[in-house]
Nanobody, 117 residues
């Protein structure tokens, strides 16, 4: 059984920085595609960044150049460094694990990021 626990959310001013982390509990972390999603009230959950087992991280256009996702297979965790935060980045951020073969996916409980002046 996989468990995902996010941390690092908080309140920040526009232009500020936050770093989110997600700890993976379970086996075979290295084969999972790991993702960061976010959801604001009244909107659908949207992909922010994707970390496959190899290759560079993928970031959606709205965060490209400001956010950097990374994974550490030894520590079994992923991170999302968020710079130059904007009001529209306010959301609950979720860690997501996707098993490439079994089609099983897991979600963390989410961590709130609020960007406010």
């Amino acid at each position: 059984q996989v468990q995902l626990v996010e941390s690092g959310g908080g309140l920040v001013h526009p232009g500020g920085t936050l770093k989110l982390s997600c700890t993976f509990s379970g086996s075979s972390f290295g084969i999972y595609t790991m993702n960061w999603y976010r959801q604001s009230p009244g909107t659908q959950r949207e992909l922010v960044a994707r970390l496959t087992t190899s290759g560079p991280a993928y970031h959606v256009d709205s965060v490209k150049g400001r956010f950097t996702a990374s994974r550490d297979n030894l520590k079994k965790m992923i991170s999302l460094e968020m710079n130059n935060l904007k009001l529209e980045d306010t959301a609950t951020y979720f860690c997501h694990a996707d098993h490439p073969i079994q089609g099983i996916e897991y979600w963390g409980q989410g961590t709130q990021v609020t960007v406010s002046s």
